[in-house]
C-alpha cells in the first residue's frame, strides 16, 4: 500500500503541492485520495516500515479491530483510522476519522492542524491532542461521534502509521468498513449528534 500513499505524493510534488501546509495543498492531496481505490486489507498489509506495536499520542494510525461488545453495538468499524488522544484501562482512546463523512473530516482535520506540534510535517510532527482541548473549542464539536475506547485484547492487526505528509491522503482514501450498518447510516448518525 506504500505505494499508493507514494504515487500520490510523487503526483503532489510534480504539481507544486507541499503536503499539509497549505489549503490548497490539502485540498488537492483530498481530490487525488478520493478517486483512488484502496482496500483496507491492502493497507494493513502495507509496508513494514510503518508497522509499529503500539500507538503514541496524536499521531495517526490504521489498524484491524474487532469489537468485544460487536454484539450489542450498532456498528463499529473494523479498519479505524485514528488519533489516540489517551490511555483508558486495557487499551486507549482514539479519535476514528472514519465515522465522519468525507466533507466533515476534512473540517475537523482543518482544525486539528491548528494543535500540530510543528510545520514541518515530518516523522516528529503530531497533534497535541487531550480531551479537555477537544471537549473545550467549539472549532473542535465534529470529534464527538469519532471519540472512541480501543481495547488492545481486540486489535487484530500492527498498527500501520500514517505519516504526517499523507493525512490528507489517509483521510479521503475510502477505508472504512462498518460491521452492523452501511456507512451512509452512520454518517447520517454522526451528522445528528453534532448539529
Known amino acids: 500500500m506504500a505505494s499508493k500513499f507514494d504515487d500520490i505524493l510523487a503526483q503532489g510534488i510534480r504539481a ?7 489549503q490548497s495543498a490539502r485540498d488537492w492531496f483530498r481530490d487525488k485520495a478520493r478517486g483512488t481505490s484502496a482496500t483496507p486489507e491492502s493497507v494493513v498489509r502495507g509496508e513494514k516500515a510503518r ?5 503514541s499520542m496524536g499521531k495517526m494510525y490504521l489498524f484491524s479491530y474487532d469489537a468485544k461488545t460487536k454484539a450489542t453495538l450498532p456498528y463499529f468499524d473494523r479498519y479505524p483510522l485514528i488519533f489516540p488522544v489517551d490511555s483508558a484501562p486495557g487499551g486507549f482512546y482514539g479519535i476514528n476519522m472514519h465515522y465522519l463523512p468525507y466533507r466533515l473530516r476534512a473540517q475537523l482535520m482543518d482544525a486539528l492542524y491548528e494543535l500540530s506540534s510543528n510545520k514541518r510535517y515530518d516523522e516528529r510532527t503530531k497533534l497535541r491532542l487531550s480531551y479537555d482541548i477537544l471537549k473545550g473549542a467549539s472549532k473542535y464539536k465534529l470529534f464527538k461521534p469519532t471519540f472512541k475506547r480501543y481495547l488492545s485484547s ?9 505519516s504526517s505528509s499523507e493525512w490528507d491522503i489517509a483521510l479521503f482514501l475510502p477505508l472504512e468498513s462498518f460491521d452492523g450498518a452501511s456507512k451512509s447510516k452512520v454518517w447520517a448518525d454522526s451528522r445528528k449528534m453534532v448539529r
Do not use: D
Open 154 to 162: 481486540q486489535v487484530r492487526s500492527r498498527f500501520v502509521e500514517i
Open 16 to 22: 507544486g503541492q507541499v503536503p499539509a501546509r497549505t
Open 51 to 55: 508497522y509499529k506495536n503500539r500507538v
